[in-house]
């Protein structure tokens, strides 16, 4: 809670002392999200973690893409709950061995194929 605040004091001075009201600039302040905070936030999160990102589901505008799978880059390795456990490869509910896919030009949305389910995970960044 008290990172929030931070953010949202340094977005309404930011905001304040701009000339230009069309354009809105935001200083990433704390870094992307963590496991921790999400699991924090939400502790039946379905997220892994991938090159040091973490990915959530349910999305509905990344559901809502038209997108193509582009190539298999790893799998999931680990399950946890735990945020000291979290690593890349660990999941909350893919069940170690889901394949990750990359997609074709959405860098920020990973596909993992669950049995035969094909699931879209969006990285989350700050901002």
């Not at 605040?5 to 870094?31: A, D, I, P, Q, R």
């Not at 809502?64 to 979290?86: K, R």
């Amino acid at each position: 809670m008290r990172k929030e605040m931070h953010l949202l004091l340094v977005l309404v001075v930011l905001t304040g002392c701009s000339n230009n009201f069309t354009k809105t600039e935001t200083t990433y302040v704390f870094g992307n999200p963590d496991a921790d905070e999400m699991l924090e936030m939400d502790p039946d999160v379905d997220m892994f973690q991938w090159n040091d990102g973490i990915y959530v589901t349910d999305i509905a505008w990344v559901n809502a893409l038209e997108i193509e799978i582009d190539q298999e880059v790893g799998t999931i390795t680990n399950q946890s709950y735990d945020p000291e456990a979290f690593a890349n490869g660990t999941s909350t509910k893919l069940p170690i061995g889901s394949v990750i896919f990359s997609v074709k030009d959405q860098s920020n949305i990973l596909i993992v194929k669950d049995g035969e389910k094909l699931i879209r995970y969006l990285h989350l960044v700050e901002g």
